[in-house]
């Protein structure tokens, strides 16, 4: 069984975007927060919630034999396997900078496959290692191309080729390429016509369905009959629906196609649409929430199971002969289940189809993983990907909304320091990157973070959020710096309001476009807030827009249409800007960048600091040069996160380790 999650689209992702028992020993001098007592939770240590995990993402081989995961070899994430029931583990590669985050197993179950960047450029390789002799293989040894990290054509019956995207004819372009695994032989499966942002082949390997930008921002769903065959219009989507449509799944007959589709309605559904008539069948929808996560059966090409993200993420089952199997792994742990097991998983990892690997996130502890064995209907626990936080009491996360000044019904969660009454609270307002993703339930060592540290923790998914229908989206257009800020502004003024928060105490911290809410929130509202922190935020809309990668220049009218055209708004852009409201900051600010960000370029960060500079105002500065549009290495997250806790300690009063 494979799970797609089709919000972490190329445009969703645009900003965006993971002990021994520590005993306190705090006096009022390394704690600022006098109010915490002797009996309050002990302090999380930092290693604990930004260390690398224990181990994270299992994956079955396809023969169901082996296990692989990411663990630490000499502090750095590297794939490990081991033999499934056996404790034999042994590291297969040898990282020793950013570490392995995107891996999977090869469909001949020979190799691992992963990808890799340098130092955070995102121009990622494939590699592939021998699990015989160990060797490790470049299979895309070309200068300055970039492959996307998710595979997008394999087929089990096909164990020796995969298909995959990368830039490397134009580095505005991705072209498809089918890899022999065995020769390292690469064949151009489907040339871009310069608009393409997504392809989908068949269980066959051929690529049959491509996604078109349009120069109006709106998208066309291409079909043809096979590789020799002439590309066909199946779809127009205008840019209102762009966001909130893909291609899912050819049907195993390869007559019909599976689609997210908002067409003539507000939320994500999941259609099945015969591509000679153009009819579709509805197969699932929510009237309020969009489709998240789709579940697919690589065998029969058939879709089992959806999962829909409302306050929490809901397993729909859709397939009743699974229903029993659901059932029996809901009851392994508390938390939202996702199966990450089958044939494959979100990013087509190969696996065993009679065993799904099972992983349980709750908000108070740390995610668990366990496989489930279909026929016996046994299950074993693997791991939790962080023991160490068993050791520790947890905040729990309370979904909570309220009604923005439009009357915008506004969804969003907060987590309080444990221990701790709700009163007069320090709060930290920590906004998600993307804009167009969200904020879930879930384990968040940010969420955790900051309630450990003794403030209430406010995670609001203000209009331009995934999730809640395009209607919802679609609000955003134009609204940088607008009423998506205003969202922010109402859920402070809500919360205060509640009776449980200090208004004097409250700030602002993001990263990507959060952080970009970060600096608006200094400049634009700077009396609501009193510190603020930006991680690789953009400070001028105007050169943010100008400098992004050359693959996305094919979104740039849905950039126009949702932020604005540098070339005919540059004024109103400018008065999106928090550069050109550097005057009115008063308050500390505190900026992160990492210098090979692709997305928002140094030069964001460098700008505005430059600015504050010269208007003498407050601030600190933190420049990572190995690090890109985020930290990657430990030791860069550790270096941060302690000058964070001791910023946000400082002007909030909360505590902090030394």
Not at 55 to 72: E, Q, R, V
Not at 439 to 458: E, I, V
């Amino acid at each position: 069984m494979q799970s797609m999650n089709f919000k972490k689209s190329t445009i969703s992702i645009l900003l965006c975007g993971v002990i021994t028992i520590f005993a306190i020993s705090c006096s009022l001098r390394e704690c600022p927060m006098n109010n915490f007592s002797e009996k309050e939770v002990k302090l999380i240590p930092k290693e604990v919630l930004w260390g690398n995990p224990d181990k994270l993402s299992p994956k079955i081989s396809p023969d169901g034999k082996l296990i692989a995961y990411l663990a630490p070899h000499n502090d750095v994430l590297n794939v490990w396997i081991k033999t499934s029931g056996k404790v034999d583990d042994k590291v297969i590669t040898d990282d020793e900078s950013s570490g392995i985050h995107f891996y999977l197993w090869a469909p001949n179950g020979k190799q691992i496959l992963f990808f890799q960047d340098n130092e955070g450029d995102e121009k990622y390789h494939l590699y592939g290692v021998n699990l015989e002799n160990n060797e490790v293989r470049d299979y895309t040894p070309f200068e300055n191309v970039t492959v996307k990290w998710w595979i997008l054509g394999w087929n089990k019956n096909i164990p020796n080729n995969i298909l995959f995207e990368m830039n490397k004819e134009d580095p505005r372009l991705h072209d498809m390429y089918n890899l022999n695994l065995t020769t390292g032989e690469l064949k151009l499966a489907a040339k871009n016509p310069g608009n393409v942002n997504f392809w989908l082949p068949d269980s066959n390997l051929t690529v049959r369905a491509a996604i078109a930008l349009t120069k109006d921002g709106g998208s066309e769903l291409l079909v043809r009959k096979d590789e020799n065959s002439e590309w066909e219009k199946l779809l127009i989507w205008g840019i209102e629906d762009t966001m909130a449509n893909i291609a899912v799944n050819f049907s195993k007959d390869g007559n019909h196609i599976y689609l997210l589709d908002a067409t003539d309605t507000n939320t994500i559904r999941l259609v099945k649409m015969n591509i000679e008539t153009k009819e579709k069948e509805i197969i699932f929808e929510d009237p309020q929430y969009d489709i998240e996560t789709v579940v697919l059966n690589p065998s029969t090409s058939e879709i089992p199971a959806i999962i829909v993200n409302r306050d929490r993420r809901d397993f729909v089952v859709l397939d009743e002969s699974i229903a029993g199997d659901i059932e029996a792994v809901k009851k392994l742990d508390h938390g939202d289940i996702s199966i990450a097991g089958g044939d494959a998983d979100i990013f087509k990892f190969i696996s065993n189809n009679d065993i799904w690997l099972v992983y349980i996130k709750k908000d108070n502890g740390p995610i668990s993983y366990y496989t489930f064995d279909r026929k016996t209907k046994k299950s074993t626990f693997l791991f939790h990907h962080k023991s160490d936080l068993n050791d520790y009491t947890l905040a729990e996360m309370e979904p909570v909304s309220f009604k923005a000044r439009d009357v915008l019904k506004i969804h969003g969660y907060i987590s309080y320091p444990p221990g701790k009454d709700k009163k007069n609270l320090p709060m930290v307002l920590l906004v998600h990157g993307g804009p167009w993703w969200r904020d879930s339930w879930g384990y968040d060592p940010h969420a955790q973070w900051l309630a450990n540290r003794g403030y209430a923790c406010f995670q609001i998914n203000f209009r331009g959020s995934t999730g809640y229908g395009k209607d919802f989206l679609n609000a955003s257009n134009k609204e940088w710096g607008g009423k998506m800020h205003d969202d922010l502004v109402d859920g402070v003024n809500w919360i205060v309001d509640q009776g449980v928060i200090n208004p004097d105490k409250v700030a602002i911290f993001g990263g990507s476009y959060g952080g970009y809410a970060a600096l608006v929130g200094a400049t634009f509202t700077p009396d609501l807030f009193c510190c603020a922190v930006d991680i690789f935020g953009p400070s001028s809309l105007t050169t943010f827009t100008e400098t992004i990668p050359p693959y996305w220049e094919s979104m740039l009218p849905q950039f126009y249409e949702r932020i604005g055209n540098p070339e005919t708004e540059e004024e109103f852009l400018k008065s999106r800007s928090p550069l050109f409201k550097v005057d009115q900051i008063k308050i500390p600010m505190l900026i992160a960048q990492g210098a090979n960000d692709p997305r928002v370029k140094q030069s964001e960060s460098d700008q505005i600091v430059k600015a504050m500079k010269e208007k003498g105002i407050e601030y600190e500065y933190m420049l990572f040069e190995d690090e890109g549009h985020g930290f990657a290495k430990p030791e860069n997250r550790m270096k941060f996160y302690a000058a964070a806790e001791k910023f946000l300690a400082k002007h909030l009063g909360g505590r902090f380790e030394e």
